[in-house]
Structures are given as C-alpha cells and as structure tokens.
Nanobody, 121 residues
Framework: VQLVESGGGLVQSGGSLRLSCRAF????????IGWFRQAPGKEREQVGC???????VYRDSGSGRVTISRDNAKNTVYLQKNNLKPEDTAVYYC????????????????WGEGTLVTVSS
C-alpha cells in the first residue's frame, strides 16, 4: 500500500491539528498503523500505534494530548493533537504493517513521506 499524509501546516501554540494518513492500493482494515515524528536535528520518535481492532497505545511524545483513530470506510487513519507547543514542530509520518508488534517496535513495512507541522509561539 501507499500512504499519504496530509493536514500539516502552521499552527499557533495552543491550537489543535488533525493529520490524516490515507492508503492507496490496498485496504488498511488488517493493518496496524503507527504515527511518528522527527523534529529538526532529532531522531525519529513514535507518537503511537493503532491496531486493526482500534486498540491504541501512545508514547511519551503524545503526553495525553494525542488521539489516534481510524475510519476503515475511508481507508484513513487520523492523528488528533491538541494544545500544540513549539516543541511539537516536526515532520509527522504514518506507517503501516500487518504486525502490531512491528508497529510497537517501529518496524513497519509501508511509510508515507510525511507532513510538516510547524507550531509558532
């Protein structure tokens, strides 16, 4: 499958954003989807994963401000992030794999090219 992220842009501190990850060329129904981010000059880190049965896990970078959801009818997974801070500025990526453990470990087969989120102070 091919993944395309969208929804990034410039947001003021304290604002909210919903990123989309849409799949083409295959159904996401049986995939686990991970969201990741890479800030300038830093390593990529995981935001969270959502299983095919909608179970989710969030990493520290989510800090209670993140919700990951999916709409299989639209073949799309979402990342909602609230109360954005300048340190949330990063390129956000989604990735898909049929293995949930792969999602948790950051080893996923299919990756999007990312969408840039810039949070101004």
């Amino acid at each position: 499958v091919q993944l395309v992220e969208s929804g990034g842009g410039l947001v003021q501190s304290g604002g909210s954003l919903r990123l989309s990850c849409r799949a083409f060329g295959g159904s996401l129904d049986y995939y686990s989807i991970g969201w990741f981010r890479q800030a300038p000059g830093k390593e990529r880190e995981q935001v969270g994963c959502i299983r095919s049965d909608d179970g989710t896990v969030y990493r520290d970078s989510g800090s209670g401000r993140v919700t990951i959801s999916r709409d299989n009818a639209k073949n799309t997974v979402y990342l909602q992030k609230n109360n954005l801070k300048p340190e949330d500025t990063a390129v956000y990526y989604c990735a898909a794999d049929t293995s949930y453990s792969g999602c948790l470990n950051g080893y996923l087969k299919h990756w999007g090219e990312g969408t840039l989120v810039t949070v101004s102070s």
